[in-house]
């Protein structure tokens, strides 16, 4: 049973402090939910603890089983157990989804073990046929073409031959259309075991519906600021995040715009 | 270089070395002197099997012409094996009215010094050509490509591939003449340059005034994986007509972030994440060789080609 603690984070993207404070701990056997209004830093907090080069963690400290990840390579934290189905995977060309899905499980197993391939291709057909992925999946290239629905449910296939220690599931609803969310859902669910620890980032309840999470965590402005149970998201769902603001005295939660020149145009000036 | 057994082992292989055929194929006519070589590929009643031709380059001038007859279908796998000072080598792929013709060809070998190869496709009314090339030869190689499209609804479509490496500089110049109406090409070139290599390609695309309803695309993609190496591709199309369908571009560049940091998200180091992304670029051409054979050669001068990245 793996445990990731993330212990007073802050990060900043460019000039810009996203994550003011984060803290939480996640252990084996245990679903989380992170809801919150846009733009509170709910994927970026996913993000940075995979590794994303694009964020710079200012303080604080993401420990796997009491091990600092933070300097460690976006490879070298996959390969210690840490997983992100992304809202939005990349398109990569040319790369089979097959031969993709191999090398990362390969990767994932200690240097002296050998994959056997027909229980990995028998693996694989199993798991795409859970998801209803359809046939041919193996050989289609990388998410290119792939629909929305299908994009996250690749997501899923991944997940489950390479089986995570931690995984963060970010906004894996968003682009699902009823059935496959059940699909998703259903299949996430039959995962949850003492081995997997699991972050889902979502907006709204229907994923938790069929994802039952055991502590629901409210993000506003970078910070948790509320943590419960499920009783929260029915609360959200109705009342949306205004009875909270009020609670917290939070009045702005839109990003504070300033007025930037954009120079001058050339124009018509009149003859005298 | 010899010819590796890998390829010589195969029936259906016809060789030709010091400008002589010394293995033929029973549906194939032959006409050849010292420095042409005529081969007539002619309607066959049985055995559909690929046709490889084995080539080895010459330290003079040579000719070559494909002549495929009328309604045939025909698939060939062509392996020219180029010699350190191979001499200026001409290439004729000639397509008759109706053909359906694959060709799949790849140039190997080390030049020791400049070379020159001229590629010339003609496709009359119907005729299909589908021309797929690997050059993975090392060394300063020139190529002249030109396709022109005679007869209503010919259609070329190629497929090219090419790795650079040390100080390899390949200059290509693809033309395609749209010369009937209702003709379609499209040229997709996939380059990678590593080291100092520096690849240079020329494109044109012609629709003639008339050749209504014609389409001409051209597509190609680079990846530089040396600091010091060069990749420039300047596209043109030159249209003479208003109801057509055209197109170009071209994307140089290095490895795309987003693919490394998403293959890198499920445990793939940068070496390994990419190798794959390369492989996206070079299995289509692999795989176009239909022998298992064949594909493993490939394959191994891929990988010395890439330096064992």
């Given at each position: 049973?793996?445990?990731?603690?993330?212990?007073?984070?802050?990060?900043?993207?460019?000039?810009?402090?996203?994550?003011?404070?984060?803290?939480?701990?996640?252990?084996?056997?245990?679903?989380?939910?992170?809801?919150?209004?846009?733009?509170?830093?709910?994927?970026?907090?996913?993000?940075?603890?995979?590794?994303?080069?694009?964020?710079?963690?200012?303080?604080?400290?993401?420990?796997?089983?009491?091990?600092?990840?933070?300097?460690?390579?976006?490879?070298?934290?996959?390969?210690?157990?840490?997983?992100?189905?992304?809202?939005?995977?990349?398109?990569?060309?040319?790369?089979?989804?097959?031969?993709?899905?191999?090398?990362?499980?390969?990767?994932?197993?200690?240097?002296?073990?050998?994959?056997?391939?027909?229980?990995?291709?028998?693996?694989?057909?199993?798991?795409?046929?859970?998801?209803?992925?359809?046939?041919?999946?193996?050989?289609?290239?990388?998410?290119?073409?792939?629909?929305?629905?299908?994009?996250?449910?690749?997501?899923?296939?991944?997940?489950?031959?390479?089986?995570?220690?931690?995984?963060?599931?970010?906004?894996?609803?968003?682009?699902?259309?009823?059935?496959?969310?059940?699909?998703?859902?259903?299949?996430?669910?039959?995962?949850?075991?003492?081995?997997?620890?699991?972050i889902l980032i979502t907006h709204y309840q229907r994923l938790l519906d069929y994802i039952e999470p055991d502590f629901v965590h409210i993000m506003i402005k970078g910070e948790i600021v509320k943590t419960g149970g499920k009783e929260l998201i029915t609360k959200i769902d109705v009342e949306g995040y205004d009875w909270l603001k009020a609670e917290l005295g939070v009045t702005e939660l839109e990003e504070i715009r300033k007025p930037v020149s954009?120079?001058?145009?050339?124009?018509?000036?009149?003859?005298? | 270089?010899?010819?590796?057994?890998?390829?010589?082992?195969?029936?259906?292989?016809?060789?030709?070395?010091?400008?002589?055929?010394?293995?033929?194929?029973?549906?194939?006519?032959?006409?050849?002197?010292?420095k042409f070589i005529r081969l007539k590929f002619n309607k066959r009643k049985t055995n559909h099997s690929p046709i490889n031709i084995i080539m080895m380059g010459q330290n003079h001038d040579m000719e070559l012409s494909l002549e495929f007859a009328k309604n045939i279908s025909e698939q060939i796998n062509f392996f020219l094996i180029a010699s350190p000072h191979m001499g200026p080598l001409k290439l004729s792929f000639l397509g008759k009215e109706?053909?359906?013709?694959?060709?799949?060809?790849?140039?190997?070998?080390?030049?020791?010094?400049?070379?020159?190869?001229?590629?010339?496709?003609?496709?009359?009314?119907?005729?299909?050509?589908?021309?797929?090339?690997?050059?993975?030869?090392?060394?300063?190689?020139?190529?002249?490509?030109?396709?022109?499209?005679?007869?209503?609804?010919?259609?070329?479509?190629?497929?090219?591939?090419?790795?650079?490496?040390?100080?390899?500089?390949?200059?290509?110049?693809?033309?395609?003449?749209?010369?009937?109406?209702?003709?379609?090409?499209?040229?997709?070139?996939?380059?990678?340059?590593?080291?100092?290599?520096?690849?240079?390609?020329?494109?044109?695309?012609?629709?003639?005034?008339?050749?209504?309803?014609?389409?001409?695309?051209?597509?190609?993609?680079?990846?530089?994986?040396?600091?010091?190496?060069?990749?420039?591709?300047?596209?043109?199309?030159?249209?003479?007509?208003?109801?057509?369908?055209?197109?170009?571009?071209?994307?140089?560049?290095?490895?795309?972030?987003?693919?490394?940091?998403?293959?890198?998200?499920?445990?793939?180091?940068?070496?390994?994440?990419?190798?794959?992304?390369?492989?996206?670029?070079?299995?289509?051409?692999?795989?176009?060789?239909?022998?298992?054979?064949?594909?493993?050669?490939?394959?191994?001068?891929?990988?010395?080609?890439?330096?064992?990245?």
């Amino acid at each position: 049973m793996s445990i990731l603690e993330i212990r007073d984070l802050y990060v900043a993207v460019e000039d810009k402090t996203i994550l003011k404070g984060v803290n939480l701990t996640v252990k084996g056997g245990e679903t989380h939910a992170i809801m919150g209004p846009n733009g509170t830093g709910k994927s970026t907090l996913a993000s940075v603890v995979m590794g994303h080069p694009k964020y710079t963690i200012l303080s604080g400290s993401i420990l796997l089983d009491g091990e600092d990840i933070t300097t460690l390579a976006v490879d070298e934290r996959s390969r210690k157990g840490i997983f992100l189905a992304m809202q939005a995977p990349i398109e990569v060309p040319g790369v089979t989804n097959f031969d993709f899905v191999k090398t990362a499980v390969q990767a994932h197993m200690p240097n002296d073990k050998k994959l056997r391939i027909g229980k990995f291709i028998l693996d694989f057909e199993s798991a795409a046929q859970d998801l209803q992925m359809g046939t041919g999946l193996a050989h289609r290239y990388l998410n290119e073409g792939f629909s929305g629905g299908e994009k996250k449910r690749n997501e899923i296939l991944q997940m489950k031959l390479i089986k995570p220690a931690i995984a963060f599931l970010d906004e894996i609803d968003s682009g699902l259309d009823v059935d496959a969310l059940r699909i998703v859902g259903e299949n996430v669910t039959a995962m949850k075991s003492n081995d997997l620890g699991m972050i889902l980032i979502t907006h709204y309840q229907r994923l938790l519906d069929y994802i039952e999470p055991d502590f629901v965590h409210i993000m506003i402005k970078g910070e948790i600021v509320k943590t419960g149970g499920k009783e929260l998201i029915t609360k959200i769902d109705v009342e949306g995040y205004d009875w909270l603001k009020a609670e917290l005295g939070v009045t702005e939660l839109e990003e504070i715009r300033k007025p930037v020149s954009l120079g001058t145009c050339a124009t018509k000036v009149p003859l005298k | 270089m010899k010819i590796p057994n890998l390829l010589i082992n195969e029936l259906d292989t016809l060789l030709i070395q010091k400008g002589k055929i010394t293995q033929t194929h029973a549906s194939i006519k032959s006409l050849l002197n010292e420095k042409f070589i005529r081969l007539k590929f002619n309607k066959r009643k049985t055995n559909h099997s690929p046709i490889n031709i084995i080539m080895m380059g010459q330290n003079h001038d040579m000719e070559l012409s494909l002549e495929f007859a009328k309604n045939i279908s025909e698939q060939i796998n062509f392996f020219l094996i180029a010699s350190p000072h191979m001499g200026p080598l001409k290439l004729s792929f000639l397509g008759k009215e109706n053909v359906n013709v694959e060709i799949t060809q790849m140039i190997i070998g080390r030049l020791k010094s400049p070379s020159h190869i001229e590629r010339k496709v003609s496709l009359a009314k119907n005729a299909l050509m589908k021309l797929t090339t690997a050059i993975l030869m090392d060394g300063m190689l020139t190529m002249n490509d030109s396709a022109v499209l005679l007869g209503e609804e010919a259609n070329f479509q190629s497929e090219l591939l090419v790795i650079g490496q040390h100080n390899d500089d390949i200059s290509i110049t693809q033309k395609v003449d749209h010369k009937a109406k209702k003709s379609y090409s499209t040229l997709n070139n996939s380059l990678v340059a590593n080291d100092q290599s520096h690849l240079k390609f020329d494109i044109y695309g012609t629709i003639d005034k008339y050749c209504a309803q014609s389409q001409c695309f051209q597509h190609s993609k680079g990846i530089l994986l040396g600091e010091k190496a060069w990749i420039e591709v300047d596209p043109k199309l030159i249209i003479n007509e208003f109801d057509v369908e055209a197109g170009h571009g071209a994307a140089v560049g290095q490895i795309n972030q987003d693919e490394l940091y998403y293959l890198s998200s499920r445990g793939l180091d940068e070496l390994l994440a990419k190798r794959l992304i390369i492989q996206g670029y070079t299995d289509p051409f692999v795989t176009a060789f239909p022998l298992i054979q064949h594909q493993k050669y490939i394959n191994q001068a891929i990988a010395r080609k890439m330096g064992g990245r």
